[in-house]
């Protein structure tokens, strides 16, 4: 392959290669002829070239630069992330392709490997799908808590996905309002008290939502430990300790306080009130 040795001029006038850390050359755009990468004023264009040798690609600015794919697929083979935090704007997907049995290719796809089991909120906390691993696990950060993707967290919590057919946050009581959708509960009208569950994480009008009908269940607030609670006849989505006795009310036992933020879901309808 052809290359291209770049020149400096001593201070005795004699051409000398560049080679240290302190000889820099900046260029304002530079292009290779026969259809290869274009850099221009607005970043890098590969102009349809193979990426797949690219190593140890860095951004200056990894909080705001990005990969854009303008056109298709974005096709990751051998390409890693260097730096954490850096977002790919996509126009399309991204693809993974079939690796083998082989070392080179199971080492593919990597996540970081956390020093301790995730508990920390992440800068944009609202953000789903953050992914590290701990203790042979793959822990994913849900939007409001980090939750442990191997068989034991599985066993411990049942959930369904449905749709949002409000805006819901993280624990909150819902029932089934249409087809595969789902609206906050509240205990003052039969129509709206049949608990199938509650919300594993926020979600917004029309966005899908895992809704958690048994186990134990994160993301409550002053809870009392040991306490049956009911479903709230006053405020849409909300459990209460109280037992609801409003003449109309619809008496629904969600379930038993864990701890002061977590609550062992056992849905019970016990009546409605006269």
């Known amino acids: 392959m052809a290359q291209a040795l770049l020149l400096k001029i001593s201070g005795n006038?004699?051409?000398?290669?560049?080679?240290?850390?302190?000889?820099?050359?900046?260029?304002?755009?530079?292009?290779?002829?026969?259809?290869?990468?274009v850099l221009s004023g607005t970043g890098l264009d590969m102009n349809n070239q193979d990426v797949s040798d690219v190593k140890n690609l860095s951004f200056n600015a990894p909080s705001s630069n990005y990969i854009n794919a303008t056109a298709g697929n974005l096709i990751i083979d051998n390409i890693m992330r260097k730096d954490l935090g850096n977002t790919m704007a996509l126009a399309s997907d991204i693809l993974f392709g079939a690796v083998?049995?082989?070392?080179?290719?199971?080492?593919?796809f990597k996540v970081p490997n956390a020093t301790a089991a995730p508990t920390a909120t992440p800068a944009a906390s609202s953000t789903q799908g953050y992914l590290v691993a701990f203790g042979g696990s793959l822990w994913m950060w849900d939007?409001?808590?980090?939750?442990?993707?191997?068989?034991?967290?599985?066993?411990?919590?049942?959930?369904?996905?449905?749709?949002?057919?409000?805006?819901?946050?993280?624990?909150?009581?819902?029932?089934?309002s249409s087809a595969d959708s789902v609206s906050l509960a509240k205990g003052d009208a039969a129509a709206t008290a049949g608990v199938v569950g509650f919300s594993k994480a926020s979600a917004l009008i029309t966005a899908p939502v895992t809704v958690v009908s048994e186990g134990v269940l994160g993301g409550f607030s002053l809870l009392t430990a040991g306490a049956r609670y009911f479903l709230s006849p006053a405020t849409a989505g909300a459990i209460t300790a109280t037992l609801p006795v409003g003449a109309g009310n619809t008496i629904v036992q969600v379930g038993y306080a864990k701890a002061a933020d977590k609550l062992h879901i056992h849905i019970e309808q016990m009546g409605r009130r006269a």
């Not at 000398?16 to 990468?37: H, K, Q, R």
């Not at 939750?147 to 819901?168: F, H, I, P, R």
């Open 100 to 108: 083998g049995d082989v070392a080179a290719q199971l080492d593919s």
């Open 13 to 37: 006038g004699v051409p000398l290669e560049m080679d240290t850390t302190a000889d820099e050359i900046t260029l304002l755009s530079f292009s290779v002829t026969g259809g290869g990468p």
């Open 143 to 176: 939007g409001s808590a980090w939750n442990d993707l191997g068989t034991s967290d599985t066993a411990n919590q049942v959930g369904n996905s449905y749709t949002a057919e409000e805006a819901v946050g993280a624990a909150k009581a819902l029932y089934i």
